[in-house]
Nanobody, 124 residues
Framework: QVQLVESGGGLVQAGGSLRLSCSAS????????MTWFRQAPGKEREFVAG????????KYVDSVKGRLTIPRDNAKNTVTLQTNSLKPEDTAVYYC?????????????????WGQGTQVTVSS
């Protein structure tokens, strides 16, 4: 089993920044890709960004490109999400997810492990 724990959420004004972190423990050798999803109130969970641990290939949803990034120099078994120029529509619970598959995919059902989530609230 793999356990994922997110941290770094909070309340920030529009235009501000937060750095989210996800720490993995347990059988981390089985993890190939790590990803961030988010879910706003009344909306479905959506893919935000992900990284393939071996080669460092990243993938982002179009709405966050240029504002939210996953640094390639993550510490072992950790993935961060640097969020800049935040907008009120970025308000959501942000979840870390991991899978044994080789490629970052945007389908939540294909992920094997999930964290509990961390709340990000952006005020206008």
């Amino acid at each position: 089993q793999v356990q994922l724990v997110e941290s770094g959420g909070g309340l920030v004004q529009a235009g501000g920044s937060l750095r989210l972190s996800c720490s993995a423990s347990g059988r981390t050798y089985s993890i190939v890709t790590m990803t961030w999803f988010r879910q706003a109130p009344g909306k479905e969970r959506e893919f935000v960004a992900g990284i393939e641990r071996s080669g460092g290939t990243t993938k982002y949803v179009d709405s966050v490109k240029g504002r939210l990034t996953i640094p390639r120099d993550n510490a072992k078994n950790t993935v961060t999400l640097q969020t800049n120029s935040l907008k009120p529509e970025d308000t959501a619970v942000y979840y870390c997810a991991a899978r044994r598959g080789m490629v970052v995919v945007d389908t939540s059902q294909l992920y094997d492990y999930w964290g509990q989530g961390t709340q990000v609230t952006v005020s206008s």
